[in-house]
């Protein structure tokens, strides 16, 4: 999507390694999301950021970790990957706190740890 | 604890009829709707919204309604068209004072638009 790009868009880890999804944006926009997506979960949080070192847990931060040093990177740190952890990973920003102009989604990450 | 539900996990619907995808939700804070649609590798993108002082909102062939009472809302399509089959997430916020406005997604809905 525009103004929005994730990498890397597919990788394959081992169980018990770091692996650091990032999400660039260049649109300044103060807002940034971590989302996965599983079969019969939809798309749910993981962290998210309110500004440059802002950052909270949404509901299934669990063994991730998120860091935002500057406006338009936001990254996600697996700290020790499990295969509980294979999924899409999406990125997501917005202009509002309240996201109701809509969120603008990266084109995902698949995340395969074996 | 899923607040907002999608319980039909598909739906298939001949071109030129109408697609109805419904969203139950639990939260009565959540006071601002929306769905998005989604492709095959590719990100969810928007696709219409609603407030909840609003009990319809239409954009083309979209439209969205809200029925507060009973905590559900609905996306109408029509006429369906192939392009339309994709993936459909319903998802809510809670926009007011004090609130954090996180969008909070329903499972989702696959559509399939046969010509």
């Known amino acids: 999507d525009a103004g929005i790009t994730q990498s890397p868009r597919h990788k394959v880890t081992e169980t018990g390694t770091p692996v650091t999804l990032r999400c660039h944006q260049t649109e300044n926009h103060r807002y940034m999301y971590w989302y996965r997506q599983d079969p019969g979960h939809g798309l749910r949080l993981i962290h998210y950021s309110y500004g440059v070192k802002d950052t909270d847990k949404g509901e299934v931060s669990d063994g991730y970790s998120v860091s935002r040093s500057k406006t338009e990177d936001f990254l996600l740190t697996l700290e020790s990957a499990t295969s509980s952890q294979t999924s899409v990973y999406f990125c997501?920003?917005?202009?509002?706190?309240?996201?109701?102009?809509?969120?603008?989604f990266g084109s995902g990450t698949r995340l395969t740890v074996v | 604890d899923q607040q907002v539900k999608q319980n039909s996990p598909s739906l298939s619907v001949q071109e030129g009829r109408i697609s109805i995808l419904n969203c139950d939700y639990t939260?009565?804070?959540?006071?601002?709707f929306l769905w998005y649609k989604k492709y095959p590798a590719e990100g969810p993108t928007f696709l219409i919204s609603?407030?909840?002082?609003?009990d319809k909102n239409e954009d083309g062939r979209f439209t969205v309604f809200l029925n507060k009472s009973a905590k559900h809302l609905s996306l109408h399509i029509v006429p369906s068209q192939p392009g339309d089959s994709a993936v459909y997430f319903c998802a809510a916020s809670a926009v007011g004072s004090g609130n954090t406005g996180k969008l909070i997604f329903g499972q989702g809905t696959t559509l399939q638009v046969k010509p």
């Open positions: 939260n009565s804070m959540f006071d601002y």
């Open positions: 609603i407030s909840s002082i609003k």
């Open positions: 997501a920003i917005s202009e509002t706190r309240t996201g109701n102009y809509g969120y603008t």
